[in-house]
Structures are given as C-alpha cells and as structure tokens.
C-alpha cells in the first residue's frame, strides 16, 4: 500500500500564491511517477499537473501552465505544486496521486494511488 497526504491548501486572494505539499509513505518514492488533480464542486476531476517519467520531466494542463509549478524531493519522499497568480477558477479540492514508472507517453493516465485532497479556496 502506498499512501498520499496533501497540505498546504488555504483560502487566498485572487493574485496570490500557495504552496502544496504530499507526502508519500513507503520506501519506493523514486520508483513512482507523481501528479496533481483537481476537481471543482459539480465538475469532473481534472489534470493539472505531473512528473510522471523516470527522466524527471513535467507536464502542466493548459489552464496552468506559467503559472503552476510541479516538484519532487526524493530525500523527503514530498511532492510540491507551487501555485501562482491564482485565479478564481483555480479553487477546487487539489489530490495528490502516484504512478509506477513506465514508459506511457501520457501523463494523464495510469494513477493508483491517491490522496484525501486539500481545499484551496480563491476569492476575488
């Protein structure tokens, strides 16, 4: 079992900035590929964010891209969206989740495992 544990959601201003956290139980972390997921209330969940390859390359959904930012530390099994200029739009409960490495070139696909979500609320 490989557990996910998301931090770091708030209520902020339209502009501002947040950063979240996830933090992976087990000792095979550099063996998983990491995303981040959204979903809005009445929407579908929602890529927005990965670092899904062995290379340690990103994928970002259009609406994000420039403004979110996706890292990893492997020393402190935690992944990171680093979110900027936050927009209205952007609030949602924002999951955390895990894939084993392969070779599947999309970055969308193939999560197992994932987190309770945290709320990250924008005002305008």
């Known amino acids: 079992q490989v557990q996910l544990v998301e931090s770091g959601g708030g209520l902020v201003q339209a502009g501002g900035s947040l950063r979240l956290s996830c933090a992976v139980s087990?000792?095979?972390?550099?063996?998983?590929?990491m995303a981040w997921f959204r979903q809005a209330p009445g929407k579908e969940r929602e890529f927005v964010a990965a670092?899904?390859?062995?290379?340690?390359?990103?994928a970002y959904a259009d609406s994000v891209k420039g403004r979110f930012t996706i890292s990893r530390d492997n020393a402190k099994n935690t992944v990171y969206l680093h979110m900027n200029s936050l927009k209205p739009e952007d609030a949602a409960v924002y999951y955390c989740a895990a894939r084993k490495i392969t070779l599947d070139p999309d970055p969308r696909t193939r999560y197992d495992y994932w987190g309770q979500g945290t709320q990250v609320t924008v005002s305008s």
């Open positions: 670092m899904p390859w062995s290379d340690g390359k990103t």
């Open positions: 087990g000792r095979a972390f550099s063996s998983y590929g």
